[in-house]
């Protein structure tokens, strides 16, 4: 089987383009041959599997991020040479009605995964009264597709209260062997606290509005007022790192960070962080898991679906950074039951795996190839 898939920007901090690479990796290992199609790519050495690189613009919103131009000029005729199978589409925008075209000239079947709620987005940046339009424009694409995957049950059942009848939910994995508790260090303990006798409250992820940031630095600010026990850690990078430094001048800022340090940093911290309510998963609540750190996450989104509360972590009341404060509290102030949460998150882990990620998509592919 050959398998071309279709990605707006590649970037190895971006949650979706982990996804993608864990998929063309898992094809590779399969003896099947793949190719990504993308209107940017940061690194092409990051991918396993060749990268054709498109015409793009910058994304106005988010100058990080292109937007490839329409039309399938870019990469048909390096498509044709390749003949693939089937197109999986995995960035709604300009790339995907490309995709699409191509797809119907050629007979091919193609699908889709929802990976971002762009359209929850939108009031991040005062721009609510074209949630709509947005909404129409993604039914449009969606409806065009043979099968669209949604990595959480409640982010597929969104998708179908909009009317996109055609949905299956295939949660992400995790690669335990770079994500698991045996990288946690004393040594990077120390360092970060100075040799104090602190707790380390982690964040990880990309630095935006859109990630809830107001309610993480409500929570900080309550933390600060309270308690003297903590150190707040982010890791990640994005657009607005200089506003949070400036709102939480005692918490280290430590980047963009990958490898081994971003793997001690979760196997070195107590408790995770992360009010977003607009994700479609969590990979990040996935790699906390399996590296034994307990998350606090809000109670919307795809997030709240690897959580249960009080068993493997607490999920609380969108943007309540009172509820995040008192649950943060509870887990610094009851060692016990931290262990207890901490060795819950490594048993449900197990099922995560991208081997049955890539499992359950092959079986789809299959039912649209024969």
């Known amino acids: 089987m050959k398998i071309a898939y279709f990605l707006g920007t590649l970037k190895k901090e971006d949650g979706v383009a982990r996804v993608l690479l864990a998929l063309t990796n898992e094809a590779k290992k399969r003896g099947m041959e793949s190719v990504i199609i993308t209107g940017y790519a940061e690194d092409e050495s990051i991918s396993p599997v060749p990268v054709i690189q498109i015409p793009s613009l910058i994304f106005p919103l988010y100058k ?5 131009l329409p039309g399938m000029r870019g990469f048909e005729k390096v498509l044709d040479e390749f003949k693939p199978d089937i197109l999986h589409v995995h960035s709604p925008d300009t790339i995907a009605w490309a995709a699409l075209k191509y797809a119907k000239k ?8 929802y990976h971002t709620n762009f359209c929850h987005y939108l009031s991040y940046y005062h721009l609510s009264s074209l949630q709509s339009l947005v909404w129409d424009a993604l039914k449009r694409l969606y409806k065009k597709m043979d099968l669209v995957t949604s990595p959480s049950v409640n982010v597929s059942q969104e998708l179908i209260d909009l009317g996109i009848k055609n949905v299956c939910t295939i949660p992400w ?22 040799n104090e006798n602190k707790n380390i409250i982690l964040y990880v992820g990309r630095l935006t509005w859109e990630k809830d940031f107001k309610t993480f630095i409500d929570t900080y600010k309550l933390l600060m ?12 990078d994005g657009p607005i790192r200089k506003e949070l430094e400036s709102f939480m001048p005692d918490a280290i800022f430590l980047g963009h960070i990958e490898g081994e340090e971003l793997s001690k940093a979760y196997a070195s911290s107590d408790v995770l962080l992360f009010p977003s309510s607009t994700e479609t998963f969590g990979n990040v609540i996935v790699e906390a898991m399996s590296s034994g750190l ?3 996450v809000a109670d919307k989104g795809g997030s709240k679906s690897l959580i249960k509360d009080n068993e493997n972590g607490f999920v609380v009341e969108p943007k309540n950074s009172k509820e995040f404060y008192k649950k ?3 887990l610094l102030d009851d060692k016990n039951l931290l262990e207890r ?5 490594l048993n449900m882990v197990k ?10 998509i092959c079986q789809r592919y299959e039912e649209f190839t024969k």
């Open 64 to 68: 990080e991020y292109r937007i490839p």
């Open 106 to 113: 050629n007979k091919l079947p193609i699908i889709a995964t």
């Open 173 to 194: 994995g995790v690669d335990s062997l770079i994500f698991n508790s045996s990288f946690y260090s004393l040594l990077w303990r120390n360092k970060i606290l100075k």
């Open 225 to 236: 007022s309270n308690r003297t026990d903590f150190v707040v850690v982010i890791a990640g």
């Open 294 to 296: 307990v998350s606090i």
């Open 328 to 330: 943060i509290s509870l």
């Open 341 to 345: 949460m901490r060795k819950s998150n």
């Open 351 to 360: 099922d995560y795996t991208w081997s049955k990620v890539f499992d359950d």
